[in-house]
């Protein structure tokens, strides 16, 4: 079974200030991709990566993944109160029918 | 932009009842998915589907549940006697094909709230 851990569960911050999000993992995945989640709602895809040491840029969002296909990063800069919300970062197996493992997510909160 | 639909956004049953949860996947895609979310806990793989048949599923996805494609553009699942514990989100999503980068990424729906009571 392949397991994606993502840290930290919560995190609350300041306007301005810069943050990472992590998700982790023993297995090695064909792709990952980065969603964002609004409660209610299905999660909105952000990013997809596929290539070892790959990084993507979404304006102020920055996505890696990891050299290994094992873990990836969201750096996001200068973080503004429309940031708030539930990333989740989610592995695909291309052996497995591309199904996606889930990280647990990150709720980020961005205070004014 | 094309989108995943699904109907309804929420219904509520009774314990034992079946219940059929539609999905129209984005057109051009070939491959069809659910996964379900439990209130406050991980979104979880139930099942995916390609070329009619279930390509892969998971240990959530028993006898109980059924999926069908039965025309060229819903995607259905089907809960057969439903339990309290099937009270989650359910997420239909798709992919355009197997292979290359943009193949890769999956698209989700806005989701069906299903509440047994």
């Known amino acids: 079974t392949q397991l994606l851990e993502q840290s930290p569960q919560f995190l609350s911050i300041q306007e301005g200030e810069n943050l990472t999000v992590y998700c982790n993992s023993s297995?090695?995945?064909?792709?990952l991709q980065w969603y964002r989640q609004e409660p209610g709602e299905g999660p909105v895809l952000l990013v997809t990566v596929v290539t070892g040491g790959e990084v993507k840029k979404l304006k102020r969002l920055t996505f890696q993944f990891g050299d290994a296909r094992k873990d990836s990063s969201l750096h996001i800069t200068a973080a503004q109160p429309g940031d708030t919300g539930l990333y989740l970062c989610a592995g695909a197996n291309n052996n497995a029918g591309n199904m996606l493992t889930f990280g647990g997510g990150t709720r980020l909160m961005v205070k004014p | 932009e094309p989108e995943v639909t699904q109907t309804p956004s929420h219904q509520v049953t009774q314990m034992g009842q079946e219940v059929i949860l539609r999905c129209v996947p984005i057109s051009n895609h070939l491959y069809f998915y659910w996964y379900r979310q439990i209130l406050g806990q991980k979104v979880e793989f139930l099942v995916s589907f390609y070329n009619n048949e279930i390509s892969e599923k998971s240990e959530i996805f028993d006898d109980q549940f059924s999926v069908e494609r039965p025309d060229g553009s819903n995607f259905t699942l089907k809960i057969r006697s439903t339990k309290l514990e099937d009270s989650a989100m359910y997420f239909c999503?798709?992919?355009?094909?197997?292979?290359?980068?943009?193949?890769?990424?999956?698209?989700f729906g806005e989701g069906s709230w299903l509440t047994v009571v």
């Open positions: 297995s090695v995945f064909s792709s």
């Open positions: 999503a798709s992919r355009a094909f197997r292979t290359g980068k943009s193949g890769n990424t999956i698209y």
